[in-house]
């Protein structure tokens, strides 16, 4: 019984007993931060360099405005999210998606005039941007 009570007093060996486990926490802990953050990244990485659109036309239209035909060449779907002409913000029929190997023709609505250059810049939702100038007929 003695030796009993003297073991719960003796506090000697609890301290680095603690603090080592404490340490061990604190590195599984962050270790998994570090792991789970290292996936989120790479993995949007991975989309935003798989993601390959280009123009293959674009027509200017007296009715419509501006037609462009565009071609999905990379390995993720593609989800257009804002179109600017001359870096003002211009509709165009929403939502335009292209599934891989996919094109199609997004019109945007606008007024031209003849003679004048445009800078079309798409943008998709990861961020990708494609930018032409273009010189109306």
Same mark, same amino acid.
């Given at each position: 019984?003695?030796?009993l #009570? #003297? =073991?719960f007093r003796d506090k000697r060996a609890i301290t680095p007993v603690l603090s080592n486990l404490l340490l061990?926490?604190?590195a599984v802990a962050a270790m998994s931060i %570090? $792991? $789970?953050a290292t996936y989120v990244i790479t993995t949007n990485l991975r989309e935003i360099m798989?993601? &390959?659109i280009i123009i293959e036309d674009l027509w200017f239209n007296n009715s419509t405005g501006i037609s462009i035909y565009l071609r999905n060449i990379g390995k993720v779907a593609i989800h257009v999210s804002a179109v600017y002409v001359n870096h003002t913000s211009q509709s165009f029929v929403?939502? =335009?998606d292209l599934e891989i190997d996919q094109h199609g023709w997004l019109n945007v609505s606008l %007024?031209? $005039?003849s003679d004048s250059i445009y800078y079309v810049d798409i943008v998709t $939702? &990861?961020?990708?941007h494609l930018v032409e100038y273009y010189k109306a007929p």
């Open positions: 019984m003695k030796t #009570k #003297k =073991f061990t926490v604190v %570090a $792991t $789970t798989s993601e &390959r929403s939502p =335009f %007024a031209w $005039t $939702t &990861r961020g990708t």
